[in-house]
């Protein structure tokens, strides 16, 4: 009997067919919508593997209802959907996506700064709303990027990444992590900064910081005050960093320039948040990985690691 792996949405049959020799697969068989909890906790209490999305929270709850689960693939880097202690205590297996997405997801968060600081969605719609009658100097004048301080919170993969784009823009780059990384200092030219000074310092703040206790809403309305009037704030790692109240407020009453977001804290969001509502805020759907390529290669890697744990090997890239 081949092991049961259940997927919590549609994948394509072409990326699964040279995995149908390993396992059995069950799967949720809808693209757009996350499959409902009452049926995700049915469908997984006989099953050996989960491959899963950050929708999915896999907490006591779902470890218990899964009889016989011994590995979870999430398809992220990230994994504040899953308690990692919980899976421990029942010895089921995480693994995660990193390194294959590292660089697509810095694209994506050069291209959201890129489009904040250029007001390039704003300045599209302004020709597709017809409003454009004739030129004037500042027309849609944004902020420059090149020669500019960019500072970078999270310097881990996707921050590295970051920094090699800022560099090659000319931008001075600050980072701040927990511990210095003395080797990105010296590769880079990256220079370490308290949280504070990074944020009174940077013309562009990035976060790139994973969601945990230590970082929830880091992004709070001291940290808005602390940063530079002409500031532009991008978030592509998670919406529960930011205090949105406090974000939005900053933005209203001009304390920041603007804001990129690919990340809410509550996802899916509709065109009602308010955060959709400001000129100087890019809204994004959490598209960071968001490549064809990038997309197919968590896929497979999540398919990869489910295969190593299920015929007894290692993990390819576990969670501890
Ligand atoms: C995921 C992400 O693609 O990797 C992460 O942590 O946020 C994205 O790259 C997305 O969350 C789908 O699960």
């Known amino acids: 009997m081949k092991p049961v792996i259940?997927?919590?949405?549609?994948?394509?049959?072409?990326i699964l067919q040279p995995y149908r020799d390993a396992f059995d697969f069950r799967m949720w068989e809808k693209e757009n919508e996350p499959v409902p909890r009452d049926v995700l906790l049915r469908e997984i209490a006989s099953v050996d593997g989960v491959f899963c999305l950050l929708s999915e929270k896999i907490d006591?709850?779902?470890?218990?209802a899964a009889g016989n689960l011994k590995v979870v693939a999430n398809m992220a880097v990230g994994y504040d959907n899953i308690d990692i202690q919980a899976a421990n205590e029942h010895g089921v297996i995480v693994t995660n996506t990193p390194d294959v997405l590292t660089e697509t997801t810095a694209d994506l968060t050069f291209a959201l700064m890129m489009?904040?600081?250029?007001?390039?969605v704003e300045a599209s719609d302004y020709i597709r709303d017809g409003k454009w009658e004739y030129w004037t100097p500042y027309l849609l004048a944004g902020s420059d990027i090149h020669d500019k301080t960019i500072g970078i919170v999270g310097m881990g993969r996707i921050g590295e990444a970051v920094a090699r784009r800022a560099k090659g823009f000319g931008m001075s780059i600050l980072y701040h992590t927990r511990t210095r990384?003395?080797?990105?200092e010296q590769e880079l030219g990256v220079a370490h900064r308290g949280?504070?000074?990074?944020l009174e310092e940077a013309d562009f703040v990035i976060s790139l910081v994973p969601l945990n206790?230590?970082?929830d809403k880091m992004f709070n309305q001291e940290a808005f005050g602390n940063m530079k009037s002409s500031a532009i704030?991008?978030?592509?790692?998670?919406?529960?960093?930011?205090?949105?109240?406090?974000?939005?407020?900053?933005?209203?009453?001009?304390?920041i320039q603007g804001a990129g977001l690919d990340v809410f804290a509550n996802e899916p969001i509709s065109p009602e948040h308010p955060l959709t509502g400001l000129d100087n805020v890019v809204c994004l759907p959490h598209i960071g990985s968001a490549s064809t390529d990038t997309r197919t290669k968590m896929i497979e890697l999540?398919?990869?690691?489910?295969?190593?744990?299920?015929n007894g090997q290692e993990a390819i890239t576990p969670v501890r």
Do not use: M, W
Not at 181 to 184: F, S
């Open 233 to 255: 704030f991008v978030n592509a790692s998670r919406g529960g960093v930011v205090d949105e109240n406090a974000l939005l407020e900053a933005l209203k009453s001009n304390e």
């Open 181 to 184: 990384k003395e080797q990105a």
């Open 115 to 120: 489009a904040a600081a250029r007001r390039i």
């Open 60 to 64: 006591h709850e779902f470890l218990a």
């Open 213 to 215: 206790e230590q970082t």
């Open 302 to 310: 999540c398919l990869d690691n489910l295969k190593a744990v299920l």
């Open 6 to 14: 259940y997927i919590t949405r549609k994948i394509p049959e072409v």
């Open 195 to 198: 949280f504070t000074e990074l």
